[in-house]
C-alpha cells in the first residue's frame, strides 16, 4: 500500500498545528514540524509524531524528509503551510528581509515539493498542500512583497499540478482570508525591523502595521480549524476572501486603487 503520512510545515501555531490536530485526530500519521522543536512538543500528545524543519535550510529540509522515508517509504502528504507575512513600502524594505520573506515563503515550499516527490513518483501516489492566501490574487498596499510571494506560490502550484498528475500526485492550493492567528501581529512586527521609523514613508507604513494587525483581531476573523477542515485544486476559505477576490475580479486596475485609497492613506500626499 501506498505511504499516507502527512508532513506538515510550520506547526508552532495558527494553521499548522491544527491541521495537525485535525488530522492526527481523524486517524492519519501525521509527522508536525517547525523550527524550534520544543514549541510542538506537546503534539506528540495529542498524536503526532514531532521534527525539526527548518524551510530555510537545505540539510533540514533533506532530514526531516529523509526520516519519513526512512519510516513510511514515502511522504503521502506534504503540506506547505510554513510562512509569514513582511510588510512595509516596497521602496524601504530593506533587502535582506526581502530575501528571507521569498526563502521561507517560495524558495522553502518549492524544494520541499521537489524533495518528497520522487519518493510520491515512486508509489504513485501522493498530495501536495500549498498555504496560499488570498494575497495570491489580490494586493494590498503595504503587502507587495508578501504579495509577491503568494503569486508566486500560485504559479508554481499551477504549473506543477499539471506536470505531476500522471504520477498520480495532487497538487492542492489552499487560499485563506483573514485567519485569526499570530500571523498579523507578526506581519505588524516586520514593518519596523525591516522599514526605517523616519523615511518618506513612516507614516504610511505605521497605518500598515496597525490596519494589519486589526484586521487579524476583529470579529470578521476566522478561526485556523476552518482551514484545517478543507484540506479541489483550490479552496478558497472565509467567506471575506470570496468576496473580496469578487470585487477584484470586475474592478480594473484603478477602480481597485480608488478602493484601496478608501482604507489606506497614499504616502506623498
Known amino acids: 500500500m501506498a505511504s499516507k503520512a502527512v508532513l506538515i ?3 508552532s501555531t495558527g494553521i499548522g498545528r491544527k491541521t495537525a490536530e485535525h488530522l492526527a485526530g481523524s486517524g492519519w500519521t501525521v509527522y508536525a514540524t517547525a523550527r524550534r522543536s520544543e514549541s510542538i512538543a506537546d503534539l506528540e500528545g495529542k498524536g503526532c509524531k514531532t521534527l525539526a ?3 530555510t535550510d537545505e540539510e533540514s529540509m533533506r532530514a526531516a524528509v529523509a526520516a519519513v522515508e526512512e519510516a513510511e517509504v514515502a511522504v503521502g502528504v506534504l503540506i506547505n503551510n510554513a510562512g509569514y507575512s513582511q510588510s512595509g513600502a516596497v521602496e524601504e524594505v ?3 528581509q526581502v530575501r528571507r520573506q521569498f526563502e521561507t ?3 522553502g515550499l518549492l524544494r520541499m515539493c521537489q524533495l518528497v516527490l520522487p519518493g510520491m513518483r515512486r508509489q504513485g501516489w501522493g498530495k501536495i498542500v500549498n498555504i496560499s492566501s ?3 490574487r489580490l494586493v494590498f498596499p503595504g503587502g507587495g512583497i508578501y504579495h509577491g510571494t503568494k503569486y508566486a506560490v500560485e504559479a508554481i502550484s499551477d504549473a506543477m499540478r ?3 498528475r500522471r504520477f498520480g500526485v495532487d497538487v492542492i492550493l489552499i487560499e485563506p482570508g483573514l485567519i485569526k492567528t499570530e500571523f498579523g501581529e507578526t506581519a505588524a ?3 519596523n525591523e525591516a522599514t526605517p521609523s523616519d523615511g518618506a514613508y513612516a507614516d504610511f507604513n505605521q497605518q500598515v502595521a496597525a490596519t494589519t494587525a486589526g484586521a487579524y483581531e476583529s470579529r470578521g476573523t476566522t478561526p485556523p480549524s476552518a482551514v484545517a477542515k478543507r484540506i479541489g485544486a483550490r479552496y478558497t476559505v472565509t467567506v471575506g476572501a470570496r468576496a473580496l477576490l469578487g470585487v477584484r475580479k470586475i474592478l480594473p486596475a484603478r477602480g481597485w486603487d480608488a478602493l484601496m485609497r478608501t482604507q489606506f492613506k497614499q504616502p506623498g500626499g
Open 9 to 11: 510545515t510550520g506547526c
Open 53 to 55: 524543519l527548518d524551510v
Open 94 to 96: 530593506a533587502m535582506d
Open 105 to 107: 515563503n517560495v524558495f
Open 134 to 136: 488570498m494575497g495570491g
Open 162 to 164: 499539471w506536470e505531476v
Open 189 to 191: 512586527h516586520s514593518v
